[in-house]
């Protein structure tokens, strides 16, 4: 199973465990997903797995309401439509990517509610959001620990880290893999990005 939709699948499986019974109305969770836009290939089918994890946890005598909404891949969408739901829903969930999440879990923490973030791995949305965030997947620092040690095992002491600094995601992901690949005793001979000018010349350099 695809990673997102995994994670899609566990965080419904906790929300709906933990609040249903405990409601004195059936609960709703707003279901965020990016069903448009550069994140629409992991929104699409996150979205689908939401909806199949919430009809195997509702049932007779079991009330569960999922209210789905498209933050498009657009934290101008996200943080508005995420205001709105956050005034009935229960508890918010989903979000694929960091720049989206903050937006959405904020509007949450603002009125103590509980949003569980199900794609993004960014470490610190939870404290950057508020009270009341949680990110369900292993975070970047966490997975960076373990690439550096799998490269170091496999590959040796020295390393070029290649990353694209456009991306929030892979800027910081390069410097939790830097930080953990130097604690190992291992050395990083260069940053580079592959879009700037004289990449080949530079990683050529670095070599």
């Known amino acids: ?13 906790l929300l709906g465990s933990s609040l249903v019974g405990c409601a004195a109305k059936p609960p709703a969770i707003a279901s965020f997903h ?20 919430a009809e195997d946890l509702a049932g007779p005598g079991v009330p569960l309401k999922v209210e789905p909404y498209d933050s498009r891949s657009a934290p101008r969408v996200s943080r508005p439509l995420a205001a709105q739901a956050a005034i009935s829903a229960t ?23 509980v949003f569980m973030i199900a794609g993004a791995t960014d470490p610190s949305l939870p404290e ?14 966490a997975q960076a620990v ?22 929030d995601y892979t800027r910081v992901l390069a410097g939790y893999f830097e930080n953990a690949f130097r604690v190992n005793g291992g050395t990083v001979m260069a940053r580079l990005d592959p879009t700037m000018t004289g990449f080949a010349e530079s990683f050529a350099d670095a070599s």
């Open 128 to 141: 950057r959001c508020g009270p009341g965030t949680y990110l369900v997947p292993f975070g970047d620092d």
């Open 34 to 53: 990016d069903l448009e836009g550069s994140q629409s290939s992991l929104g699409i089918p996150a979205s689908r797995v939401a909806a199949i994890a």
């Open 1 to 13: 199973m695809h990673a997102p939709t995994s994670r899609t699948l566990a965080t419904f499986g």
């Open 146 to 167: 373990a690439a550096a040690d799998l490269v170091r095992k496999r590959f040796g002491t020295k390393v070029i880290v290649v990353a694209d600094m456009r991306s």
């Open 91 to 113: 508890v918010g969930a989903g979000k694929p990517d960091s720049a989206v999440a903050l937006g959405g879990a904020q509007e949450f923490a603002r009125r103590q509610k």
